[in-house]
């Protein structure tokens, strides 16, 4: 295993070397692919879009995107028609991308993109994610979270080092500054469980419960803009790095805070700057 994940490796620096030497030109886009597709543009600005226009795709793309994101971080330790043109154009675009960066292998964003389209596949067929309780959210939350520190220590007891990227990042990168804590896997870990357990809890807030009976135009398209407009400010604010506990920790609140505020805090302050009939009832 060892031999063939090596031969990978070296393929995919082979790989990337290649793209950064040839394609040199075109570094403003892949930088801007890149960012379009990173996830975290998907929590912050994707979802309250959806959300708001269509809940039940905003509700189904949290969770592909935190489920097909475990899935990868897992699987990535384990391993150490037109509109068809266009969705393989983009995923394409995105690959490479994060190749020229250097943010991932070959191997990995392949396997992600597999990986995302049969999560979304599933997910697409699965109707009780509209309704699950929020015990189901917590108790899903803290099983995706155990099982995967709890694979991480079992790989590290047997002498597995799965950080082992980060090191050699910090090692050999020009400036070590570059390498952001928010860019190692237990943040990313953190940061999706507490995106799912922010939107099981706004989704069974009394808050949510009487806004969602404002249904017009007026008031969805203030939800959106009011969304993104909040969530921009509140993605600028960075939890500190001096300690890796207390950065996790924040980064586990900050996450959750933004869809429990995206479904019911921002839903019942714009009905009520409308005029509309929900709030008096609570």
Not at 106 to 125: C, K, L, S, W, Y
Not at 235 to 246: F, G, M, R, V, Y
Request: include cysteine; charged fraction near 10%; glycine fraction near 6%.
């Amino acid at each position: 295993m060892d031999t063939i994940m090596d031969a990978m490796h070296d393929y995919g620096v082979s790989s990337t070397q290649y793209l950064q030497t040839h394609y040199k030109h075109a570094q403003g886009w892949f930088l801007f692919v890149s960012m379009a597709a990173d996830l975290r543009n998907t929590f912050f600005i994707f979802f309250p879009i959806w959300f708001h226009l269509r809940p039940s795709v905003g509700i189904k793309l949290i969770w592909v995107a935190v489920v097909g994101d475990w899935l990868n971080l897992v699987f990535k330790w384990y391993l150490r028609g037109t509109l068809w043109t266009l969705f393989w154009t983009v995923q394409i675009c995105v690959c490479l991308s994060r190749v020229f960066l250097a943010a991932h292998f070959p191997h990995q964003v392949i396997a992600g993109v597999i990986t995302g389209m049969i999560v979304a596949e599933i997910f697409n067929r699965q109707k009780w994610i509209y309704y699950a309780s929020l015990q189901r959210y917590f108790n899903i939350t803290v099983f995706l979270l155990v099982f995967a520190v709890g694979f991480y220590v079992l790989l590290k007891a047997v002498g597995v080092d799965l950080l082992w990227t980060l090191e050699k990042a910090q090692k050999w990168c020009v400036n070590p500054a570059w390498v952001h804590m928010d860019s190692t896997p237990f943040a990313s870990l953190l940061r999706n469980m507490g995106t799912l357990f922010g939107l099981g809890l706004g989704l069974h807030s009394p808050l949510y419960t009487e806004s969602k009976k404002s249904t017009s135009v007026p008031f969805r398209i203030g939800c959106v803009i009011s969304s993104l407009f909040l969530l921009h400010l509140f993605d600028s604010i960075k939890p500190p790095t001096h300690t890796a506990a207390l950065f996790y920790l924040l980064s586990f609140c900050k996450s959750a805070t933004v869809p429990l505020v995206t479904v019911s805090i921002i839903p019942y302050c714009v009905s009520g700057a409308l005029g509309s009939p929900g709030k008096k009832h609570l």
